[in-house]
C-alpha cells in the first residue's frame, strides 16, 4: 500500500516534481475540461479557434500592412500575421490563464489536496493543443504560398517549431504563476494582466519582424526574451526571421530562470494562500 505524507513544511526549493509527474493524468483531465467549458454553448464551437485568428490577422494586413506599410520580409502578409498570430495567442493565453491560477481555482484548492502545480501545467497543455490546431490552418496556407513560389520552407527546420513551443510554453507558465503567487495579495495585478499583454505584443515583433528596427531600438527589442524565441519560430516556419544565436542563447536562459522563479514562488505561496484568496 502506497502513503502520501502531506505537511504544509517542507524546504523551499522541495518542488515536489515527482509528485507532478505522478499525477499526470490530472494534467490532461484539467486540460481537455478547459477545452470543452471554453466552447460549449457556443454557436460556432471550435471553428473560433479558426476564425478569430484569421479575422485578427485580416485586420493586421489592413492596419499594419497597408496603412502603416509594415514590411514582413518579403512573406506574403497574410501568412506573415498569421503565424505570428498563432504564437503570440499562445503565448499570452499561457500567461493569462496561469495567472489566474489561485484565484480561479481557490474552492476546489480548498477542498481537496493534489499537486497545485498541475493547474498551471494544465493550462499550458490546454494552450498548445489551441495552437496545434490553429496551426492545421497556417501549415494549409503555407502549403498554398509554397505551391505558388512565393515562400520557400525547409522540412527539417520545422523541427525547430515544437522547441520554440516548448521555449514560449514554459516561459509563459513561469510568468503565470509569478503573476498568481502575487495576486493571492494583491488582486489590482489581474487588471494589469491583459493590458501588459497588449504592450509586450507590440515589444515582439509580432505584427513586424526584428529586421525593421536598427540601433538602440533593436537592442530594446532584443531584451525581450519573446524576441529571438519568434523571430527563430518564422525563420523556421517561413524561411525568413533575423535569428542571432547569442540572443537566441539569452532568450532561453531567461526563460529556465522566470521558470525557475515562478516554481519557487509558486511552492512558497501556496502553503498559505488560502489564508489570503
Not at 513544511?9 to 505522478?22: N, T, Y
Not at 492545421?136 to 515562400?151: E, I, K
Request: charge should be positive.
Amino acid at each position: 500500500m502506497q502513503h502520501i505524507h502531506i505537511s504544509a513544511k517542507h524546504a523551499l526549493f522541495d518542488l515536489k516534481l515527482r509528485e507532478v509527474w505522478r499525477n499526470r493524468g490530472l494534467v490532461w483531465l484539467f486540460a481537455k475540461r478547459s477545452f470543452v467549458v471554453t466552447y460549449k454553448q457556443t454557436i460556432l464551437g471550435p471553428a473560433w479557434l479558426f476564425l478569430a485568428p484569421l479575422l485578427t490577422s485580416a485586420a493586421y494586413v489592413v492596419l499594419f500592412g497597408n496603412i502603416a506599410k509594415l514590411g514582413t520580409d518579403g512573406v506574403p502578409q497574410l501568412l506573415f500575421y498569421l503565424s505570428g498570430t498563432a504564437m503570440w495567442t499562445f503565448f499570452s493565453t499561457c500567461v493569462t490563464r496561469c495567472a489566474n491560477t489561485f484565484t480561479a481555482n481557490a474552492p476546489l484548492f480548498g477542498k481537496v489536496y493534489f499537486p497545485r502545480l498541475t493547474v498551471p501545467l494544465s493550462d499550458a497543455l490546454g494552450s498548445a493543443l489551441h495552437f496545434c490546431i490553429q496551426m492545421l490552418m497556417v501549415l494549409a496556407m503555407l502549403a498554398y504560398y509554397a505551391a505558388r513560389g512565393m515562400v520557400a520552407p525547409s522540412p527539417s527546420a520545422l523541427l525547430v517549431v515544437p522547441l520554440v513551443l516548448l521555449q514560449l510554453g514554459v516561459l509563459g507558465t513561469g510568468v503565470g504563476i509569478v503573476i498568481s503567487s502575487l495576486t493571492t495579495k494583491y488582486r489590482d495585478l489581474q487588471v494589469l494582466v491583459t493590458f501588459g499583454m497588449n504592450l509586450w505584443m507590440y515589444a515582439t515583433p509580432v505584427v513586424y519582424p526584428l529586421s525593421t528596427a536598427d540601433g538602440t531600438l533593436r537592442r530594446i527589442l532584443l531584451l525581450n526574451p519573446v524576441t529571438e524565441a519568434m523571430e527563430l519560430y518564422r525563420a523556421a516556419l517561413l524561411g525568413a526571421g533575423t535569428v542571432l544565436p547569442g540572443w537566441v542563447v539569452c532568450s532561453v536562459l531567461v526563460t529556465a530562470a522566470v521558470a525557475l522563479l515562478g516554481i519557487v514562488i509558486f511552492n512558497k505561496v501556496e502553503r498559505t494562500f488560502m489564508d489570503t484568496v
